[in-house]
């Protein structure tokens, strides 16, 4: 049964960066796509955006557009998330997750899909403190 | 984008009532849908997916419903163990936009 280790917390100064990490284990980790998700204190899910390794391109959420990156080693079977620019807004607990994938060719271009989550990590704790 | 809303943000009700939270999404999505359940300090755990197909391992008390822009999830005798926060989340195209969440604890 797959599983997602994370990397260990972060405590970041505002205006930095951080990179969390994703080991998949126990299972194939190139056809299925890898979600980032986070959950600040007390609050909801958001979803931050997700590869699928296979094809090696990102989709991100509109909110984090200009300000994540995400990618995956499919060797290693790790997959990462990098925030710049951080606020303390950006204090949180990141997940990564994975989900399924899937892909169709309409007139000649190559569309990826991504599906619900069924396997999660056990988030990271990223906290921007001065 | 697709914007998911759910109601009510949050019920108590008695062990063995029959509960149901509301997802609403504001465009169709077919049934592209899932159910998720994180209870206080764990991590979400995937309930239901195609709007209505439970996950292995899941209880049978919990149903999901619904196509289009209005689904449901029911919790058919509520437990203790089920006290926890519901989101329902979008997956028919990118952004997987998650609902606000419902949460749900024990009068």
């Known amino acids: 049964q797959v599983q997602l280790v994370q990397s260990g917390a972060e405590v970041k100064k505002p205006g930095s960066s951080v990179k969390v990490s994703c080991k998949a284990s126990?299972?194939?980790?190139?056809?299925?796509?890898i979600n980032w998700v986070r959950q600040a204190p007390g609050q909801g899910l958001e979803w931050m955006g997700g590869?699928?390794?296979?094809?090696?391109?990102?989709n991100y959420a509109q909110n984090f557009q200009d300000r994540v990156t995400i990618t995956a080693d499919r060797s290693m079977s790790t997959g990462f998330m990098e925030l710049s620019s951080l606020t303390s807004e950006d204090t949180a607990v990141y997940y990564c997750?994975?989900?399924?994938?899937?892909?169709?060719?309409?007139?000649?271009?190559?569309?990826?899909?991504?599906?619900?989550?069924?396997?999660w990590g056990k988030g990271t704790t990223v906290t921007v403190s001065s | 984008d697709i914007q998911m809303t759910q109601s009510p943000s949050s019920l108590s009700a008695s062990v063995g009532d029959r509960v149901t939270i509301t997802c609403r999404a504001s465009?169709?999505?077919?049934?592209?849908l899932a159910w998720y359940q994180q209870k206080p300090g764990k991590v979400p755990n995937l309930l239901i997916y195609?709007?209505?197909t439970l996950q292995s391992g899941v209880p049978s008390r919990f149903s999901g419903s619904g196509s289009g822009t209005d689904f449901t999830l029911t919790i058919s005798g509520l437990q203790p163990e089920d006290v926890a926060t519901y989101y329902c989340?979008?997956?028919?195209?990118?952004?997987?936009?998650f609902g606000p969440g419902t949460k749900v604890d024990i009068k």
């Open positions: 997750a994975r989900g399924g994938s899937s892909s169709s060719v309409i007139r000649g271009v190559t569309h990826y899909y991504f599906s619900f989550i069924d396997v």
């Open positions: 126990g299972g194939t980790f190139s056809n299925y796509a």
């Open positions: 590869i699928i390794p296979l094809f090696g391109s990102a």
């Open positions: 465009q169709g999505i077919n049934n592209y």
């Open positions: 195609a709007a209505s």
């Open positions: 989340q979008k997956y028919d195209i990118v952004p997987l936009t």
